[in-house]
């Protein structure tokens, strides 16, 4: 028995007109997974199968708490997933994925192994920018962060504004920063 065949859908055997399926994935379902962005987590997942006349409709319910790490300190952090999400499976000659969430499985099989969707909707759940709530990212790794940020206790200008003596020289005419770099590319057009 293969590591992800709980998650196989017969659909083909499917007796009644709706099913229902619920799935606890934990770390080993995230290790046995071996993608990037989630290692570790505890996530419920209930699905809905529905038999239609031309295909059958998947519905996925998720919720749970995955541990990603944190953008900030690099530590692991509790990151809270929810979703709903459809998916449509139809029977054809061979397997392909047509669109966003139109799946075509060949009929002499008449299954399908949701494992791998349900882990692409729970990374998709996950917020882009993913931080720890503010005092709570590791002390030793944020003072080395801000060491290297470039603050001073009498700088009145915002975090994302920037001091012209960083970018370089101002231009006179307009009153907006020139970085040198460009005076270095001028030399180059100048003498072609």
């Given amino acids: 028995m293969g590591k992800f065949d709980k998650y196989k859908i017969d659909l083909k055997g499917m007796q009644a007109d709706s099913c229902k399926y619920e799935f606890v994935l934990d770390n080993l379902f995230f290790a046995d997974i071996d993608a990037p962005e989630v290692q570790k987590g505890k996530v419920n997942v209930g699905l809905v199968v529905k038999k239609t006349s031309r295909a059958f409709e998947l519905n996925f319910q998720t919720d749970g708490m995955v541990w990603v790490p944190c953008d900030r300190c690099l530590d692991d952090m509790e990151q809270p997933v929810s979703s709903t999400d459809k998916l449509l499976v139809k029977f054809g000659h061979e397997y392909a994925e047509e669109g966003d969430n139109l799946i075509v499985i060949p009929e002499e099989e008449g299954e399908i192994n949701v494992a791998w969707f349900m882990y692409e909707f729970i990374a998709l759940a996950i917020p882009m920018k993913h931080v720890h709530a503010p005092g709570k990212c590791n002390k030793a790794m944020s003072s080395k962060l801000s060491k290297h940020l470039r603050t001073t206790p009498d700088d009145e200008m ?31 057009l100048d003498n072609n």
């Fill in 158 to 188: 915002a975090e994302d504004s920037f001091a012209p003596e960083e970018v370089g020289l101002m231009n006179e005419e307009t009153e907006t920063p020139v970085d040198p770099r460009w005076d270095e590319l001028k030399k180059i």
